[in-house]
């Protein structure tokens, strides 16, 4: 019997929602190519249906994996939903990440079209011939543009649009059906790929809307500056739709100016970044009379939020953050620091600390900390443990590796991150199960020496890595990068660390470097700074 409409919930529904209800509003984009473009969301559902036409002639047909090598435009939204609405996958690539793993990537999603910006056309020319699966490359790009570039057989983006017969029909099949790939950007190993479904997607775009989660409307202009290949720019080119918020896509440019005259030109209310850029934001902002007016929130996470960005954002522009965690692997959202009532009660250092916390889990994710055998620790707040996740929007299985079991016996996904669960359900996030520093049994999290540290006025960006000792198995080191024309010296760090951190979390060694290394989506690179430092203190030193 059946007593519901069955609707699937196919991603094409999205951007036809735009069109159908919110067909005037703007997605506007700094594009690579330099200036600023506009569109409406009704033109982009246009445009985007031609493009699935254009793909069909070319021979992509429902279920083949097509890439995108790009920045966060108006064009790599209309690939988006030209790939998903007809029923293909698409595959987003990490620009970043090295050459090899680029290759690796693309060959074991066997993707049959590249679409990519022209900034990667070096990229492209040199993985080439590599890449046998891939039988087509699309430039992203209008047709003067095109012409310049040489890329042999590449196919230029507005030709596609422009020839195609006609519009491709979206959607009509399961929601189960895949829809997106990305790949994790593994530290150790191959990366390995998170394969969504319609269906996932969709729930998780629903769960994002809500008031506690990124709480977005039709009032809103969103600025994803969190890449489109990072974890579907954690959903927002999904949810912006979804409720017909105006979209500004920053391209290239994520440097502090050109996000700041994006946010002011364009009166963006919602932006959503990982710590290191809101950090190049706010310098760029800091005593040039440079306001944020219209954002109303501003949400980080990816990496664990620096006290200090925190307090800058809370006292030089009256913006409380949000803080947020999530992964790949969940979507990626898993929790969101929006205050409850309880918790909306605190104020000063207290409400800071709260802040500093990673968020609480939306209807829709279960969360559980274990210890090292599986057993439930308790929410206190103070038990740590391995966090687990479960949920319809949090992964099974990776790509191409059903037959490796990734969930435990309930069901839930082991993270990788270490994190305490309080009664309210805040985590807080004290490390990522191999950064962990383990010191004479005990576990020392880097990410609260980390979150100390970055107070000092002097500390422009820090990180804490374990260093092999003789006698403690590991003991932290902490490397800093100093603000410029500042002075800071190894003893003057440690008394600044003195009283705020226990005495035998105290670092080893302080490093002063000129650069603190960033991974391929903008976090700490910790497994090169291991590399970098990766020598075992002699065997009389104690911890202080
Ligand atoms: P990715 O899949 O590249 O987004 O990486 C996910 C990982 O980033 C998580 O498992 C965490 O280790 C880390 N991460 C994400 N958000 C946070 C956060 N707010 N605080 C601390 N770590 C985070």
Redesign the pocket.
Known sequence: MRLMQDWPMTLDRILEHAYRWHGDQEVVTRTPEGPITRASYAEIYRRAKRLSSALAELGVRAGDRVATLAWNTQRHLEAWYAIMGMGAVCHTVNPRLFVDQIVYIVNHAEDILIFSDISFVPLLKEIRERIPSTRHIVLMTDRSTFARCDLDGALCFEDLIDQAAGDAPWGGFDENYPAGLCY??GTTGNPKGVLYSHRSNFIHTLVTLAPDVLGLGARDSILPVVPMY??NAWGLAFSAPAVGAKLVMPGSQLDGRSLYELIADEQVTFSAAVPTVWQSLLDYMHGAQRQLDTLRRVV??????PESVVRRFRDEHGIEIT???????MS?LGTVGSPTRRTDRLTGDERIKQTLK?GRPPLGVDLKITDEAGAAQPHDGQATGYLKARGPFVVAHYYCAEDQELLDQEGYFS???IASIDRDGFIR?TD?AKDVIKSGGEWISS?EIESITSRHPAVDSCAVIAIPHVKWGERPLLVVKKRPGMTLDQQTMKDFLKDRIASWWMPERVEFVADIPLGP?G?IDKKLLREQFQTAAPASAKPE
Do not use: L
């Open positions: 994790t950007s990072h974890a980080i996470g990816g990496a664990a939020v803080h947020a965690w999530g992964m790949t692997e990626p990673q993270t990788g991150d996030i990522r990410i989506t976090k």
